[in-house]
């Protein structure tokens, strides 16, 4: 899904999960380019990896759920594939990393959006602090659905990915901490 027509942005402050120096989102990179790697060379898929520079939470009246702010290049990849291609993304994995850090609100997540019948999978790697976008994950929670939104600039468009299971995407003690509030 994509949109074309925005109002000005009211989104929240990107994180910082792209730091090129944090060995986290390194390792993400890492793991995310070795499973596209092994969908390229086991199954012969068309697999797009995307690299980040600012993952932020977006509570908008056309759109709600995570901004992953991507290259231009990358942004026109995914949208030639999805607006004027072939693919159809209708499963999705998602690989989500327990934090090393007890109590840190830092939260990384792999995302794999897949098209089964055309063999081709983007995958999106995703850092965020959990504080800032709490109001994301408890209306994703509610809804069943959150959604995630690759963008070069959102005044000129944006790819949706939608995922109907947000509690993938968090820790169990998030949800239970919230719940208890």
């Known amino acids: 899904m994509t949109a074309d027509d925005s109002e000005s942005s009211t989104r ?34 068309d697999a ?10 977006v509570e908008e009246s056309e759109r709600t759920g995570l901004d992953v702010t991507v290259t231009a290049e990358e942004y ?16 999705a994995d998602v690989y989500y990393r327990p934090l090393t850090e007890e109590g840190s609100d830092r939260r990384v997540a792999l995302a794999v959006e897949r098209d089964e019948e055309t063999e081709t999978a983007v995958f999106v790697p995703l ?15 509610v809804e069943e659905e959150l959604l ?8 000129n468009g944006w790819v949706s990915f939608s995922h109907d299971d947000p509690s993938l995407f968090l820790e169990e003690a998030d949800v239970r901490q919230w719940s208890a509030e």
């Open 12 to 45: 929240s402050t990107p994180t910082n999960g792209s730091n090129p120096a944090d060995p986290l989102w390194d390792d993400l990179l890492e793991d995310a380019r070795a499973i596209a790697e092994e969908y390229r060379e086991d199954g012969g898929w």
């Open 48 to 57: 797009v990896v995307l690299e980040p520079n600012a993952i932020s939470p």
């Open 76 to 91: 026109e990849v995914v949208e030639s594939l999805i607006e004027e291609g072939d693919v159809t993304i209708s499963a």
């Open 127 to 141: 850092s965020y602090d959990i504080g800032d976008c709490r109001s994301v994950f408890e209306t994703a929670l």
């Open 148 to 155: 995630i939104h690759v963008t070069a600039d959102p005044e």
